[in-house]
């Protein structure tokens, strides 16, 4: 079936401009997560939905970032007045319904993308 | 100190060769762990999770020292194919013992297999 799906996958902006990142989460999976790698540096957690509960917002860098999930399937990712240290792979992830008790929380990426700020 | 540290390598081996990596995790909180594979320029791909026992999934064997906050991953008789960054992960548990979603990742450890 199908995967993650990340558009684009690609894009390169000015710095100052707004930026829509989006994100198609595995039919059927509930949770949905963003990360960001920069280069050189492992992943660093964003922001994480599960249904209907509000979001964890914690991992935000600054206000400039936001995201909603809209009907519980598609999410996207906005940085507004881009900077240039905005530059990195912006990962989305879902993972099923959190197991109960003892469950594991196993997460498929989606491929990522690209943000190249100038 | 980071929540999750890996020595970043790189480790270079020859196929058929076995390699060993290590990571440490700072929050006693943390319930569930994995290790992740990242090939360069892909996303992340969960190569196991690791159990309080110890488990082994073909030439991967991952173990837990929960007292120690210690998790690792042997790689025997390697392969060309398994060149790739490793990645340990974590995750903490909420209230009511569910899994809490967020994951920890450390830097990662570059493997390069040669021939």
């Known amino acids: 079936g199908a995967g993650v799906s990340q558009s684009p996958s690609n894009k390169v902006t000015e710095k100052g401009k707004d930026v829509e990142l989006r994100c198609d989460p595995i039919s059927g999976h509930t949770a949905l997560y963003w990360y960001r790698q920069s280069l050189g540096q492992g992943l660093e957690f964003l922001i994480y939905f599960q249904g209907n509960s509000a979001p964890d917002k914690s991992g935000l860098p600054s206000d400039r970032f936001s995201a909603e999930r809209t009907g519980g399937s598609v999410s996207t990712l906005t940085i507004q007045r881009t900077q240039q240290e905005d530059s990195a792979v912006y990962l989305c992830?879902?993972?099923?319904?959190?197991?109960?008790?003892?469950?594991?929380?196993?997460?498929?990426f989606g491929a990522g993308t690209r943000l190249s700020v100038l | 100190r980071k929540e999750v540290e890996q020595d970043p390598g790189p480790f270079n081996v020859p196929e058929g060769a076995t390699v060993a990596f290590n990571c440490t995790y700072s929050n006693s909180a943390s319930q569930s762990f994995f290790w992740y594979r990242q090939d360069c320029r892909k996303e992340p791909k969960l190569l196991m999770s690791?159990?309080?026992?110890?488990n082994e999934d073909g030439r991967f064997t991952a173990q837990l020292n929960r007292a120690s906050q210690y998790i690792s991953l042997l790689i025997r008789d390697s392969k060309l194919s398994d060149s790739a960054t490793y990645l340990c992960?974590?995750?903490?548990w909420g209230a009511g013992g569910t899994s809490y979603g967020k994951l920890t990742f450390g830097q990662g450890t570059i493997l390069t297999v040669h021939p």
């Open positions: 690791v159990y309080s026992s110890g």
């Open positions: 992960v974590v995750s903490v």
């Open positions: 992830a879902s993972s099923p319904a959190l197991a109960g008790v003892g469950g594991n929380n196993i997460q498929y």
